[in-house]
């Protein structure tokens, strides 16, 4: 049986919510929800970038963006710093053996700055996880 994107999404949410460093989970278009007062920093924005079917698989791919407020008159090194370390935990917990989805070799990761609202810092990873779907007509529901 092939996961739904919802039990995709809600496997990425616990385990950000079960990371002692992060404080708030979301999934969504980010900037629509930055300027809400309730985000709690350190926060984790997980948006679906795309997705394809293939012959015997469903590949998606998600954007991680790891945010952290920084002071004004810093550069955010040590918040991107910090950042960069959730997303490779998070990344490992993905990467587990007990998934049973596959995740992209290669992760890309990009550092970025916010100024609106609020001083933000941080790290983008944009990673696609495989899941197996057998393509069986026979399993679909017709009337």
């Known amino acids: 049986m092939s996961l739904t994107l919802n039990q995709i999404v809600k496997s990425i949410k616990d385990y950000a919510n079960n990371h002692a460093q992060i404080e708030y989970v979301f999934f969504g278009a980010i900037y629509d929800r930055l300027s809400k007062q309730d985000v709690k920093y350190p926060a984790l924005f997980i948006d ?3 997705s394809r079917i293939l012959a015997k698989q469903t590949e998606l791919t998600f954007g991680l963006y790891f945010l952290d407020r920084q002071l ?3 550069e955010g090194l040590e918040v991107m710093s910090d950042m960069m370390l959730i997303a490779q935990d998070i990344v490992a917990q993905l990467r587990n053996n007990v998934n049973i989805w ?3 070799e290669i992760i890309p990761m990009n550092f ?3 100024s609106d609202p609020d001083y933000l ?3 983008k990873i944009t ?3 495989t899941i197996p779907n057998i393509n069986n007509r026979c399993v679909i529901p017709t009337t």
């Open 48 to 50: 679906i970038e795309s």
């Open 121 to 123: 810092a941080g790290a």
């Open 112 to 114: 970025l700055t916010e």
């Open 127 to 129: 990673l696609s996880l």
């Open 102 to 104: 596959d995740v992209s």
């Open 72 to 74: 004004q008159e810093t």
